[in-house]
């Protein structure tokens, strides 16, 4: 299995792209491609961890995919490390050149260093393609450029993916990430009030890091950990308007035709298509009639789609 590790754990000598790469999108399957075509050394990614933003601004940077989701997903791409280059202010400062000498090279060992048109790296952002091929000049290093890859809509990105999950445009948002947004989470004790009026519902905790779709409900595919079994549901995603106005957005699933006791599990979760947005009801009775339609819409769209 790909590795998640911290820099002095890698296995070198390295082929190496360093970047976020989240949401592992078309264009950053372009750049790894190129990566692992150097496969005499070890195709290795590296990330930095929290995000710079996150350090040098205070900003708080939702994922597309957390570092543990992103490690299937780049061995299926042929990536054999996955390394965390801890973030703070003091490699904030480190120059551009530096960096490439002290990270890439001398501890990383790269031997290929694979980077998009657009890379910027090192204090103040100051470093660019020119920088590297000024430093690897009279080396036997290899630097390979990736175009950055458009479609008739515009530069493919995890900003424009981030934007399409906002407004709930799953089907767009699969066509650039080239497979289905999920996210995991435990199931925890709620207050049983789905299970009340006959629709129980699995509570999911989300880690706090990850990016969720738009608010609303949703035709979606559950799977239980350590299964490989998709299981119609309805998802809810945001706020009970109808229960408790103040209650803290949530994550709640209802697994059709299933009576699964799934308290303690993880699952994960695959928003297929948006239903409704969320609606206030009179009482509780008009609640639960909605969700029946909710159900039966979400039927009619799975029978129309297979796995």
């Keep these: 299995m790909i590795s998640l590790i911290s820099p002095s754990e890698v296995k070198n000598p390295t082929s190496i792209a360093i970047g976020s790469f989240d949401g592992l999108h078309a264009g950053h399957r372009k750049l790894i491609k190129s990566v692992v075509e150097e496969n005499q050394y070890t195709p290795t990614i590296a990330s930095f961890w929290p995000h710079p933003r996150e350090v040098l601004y205070q900003e708080t940077r939702l994922r597309l995919d957390l570092p543990e989701e992103k490690l299937p997903i780049l061995e299926d791409l042929g990536i054999q490390q996955l390394v965390l280059i801890p973030f703070d202010e003091e490699l904030s400062k480190l120059s551009a050149e530096r960096f490439i000498r002290d990270i890439l090279i001398n501890q990383l060992q790269a031997k290929n260093i694979s980077v998009g048109a657009n890379f910027k790296f090192g204090f103040r ?183």
């Excluded at 009279?138 to 934007?163: A, C, F, Q, V, Y």
């Design 125 to 307: 952002r100051s470093g660019d393609i020119n920088t590297i091929k000024n430093i690897i000049k009279d080396t036997n290093i290899k630097l390979k450029i990736t175009p950055i890859l458009e479609d008739k809509e515009g530069r493919i990105s995890s900003s424009r993916i981030r934007h399409l999950l906002e407004k709930s445009d799953l089907k767009n948002a699969f066509k650039i990430l080239k497979r289905p947004y999920s996210f995991k989470g435990k199931v925890v004790r709620g207050k049983g009030i789905g299970k009340g009026i006959g629709w129980p519902t699995a509570n999911l905790a989300i880690d706090g890091r990850k990016f969720l779709p738009g608010e609303g409900v949703y035709a979606a595919w559950t799977t239980i950990e350590n299964t490989n079994q998709k299981i119609e549901s309805v998802m809810n995603l945001g706020s009970q308007p109808t229960i408790n106005p103040l209650l803290p957005s949530a994550v709640e699933v209802h697994l059709i035709n299933k009576d699964i006791d799934l308290y303690g599990f993880n699952l994960s979760v695959e928003p297929f298509e948006k239903l409704r947005s969320q609606i206030q009801f009179k009482n509780i009775d008009e609640l639960s009639n909605q969700i029946k339609k909710d159900r039966d819409n979400a039927l009619k769209i799975f029978k129309n789609y297979k796995i």
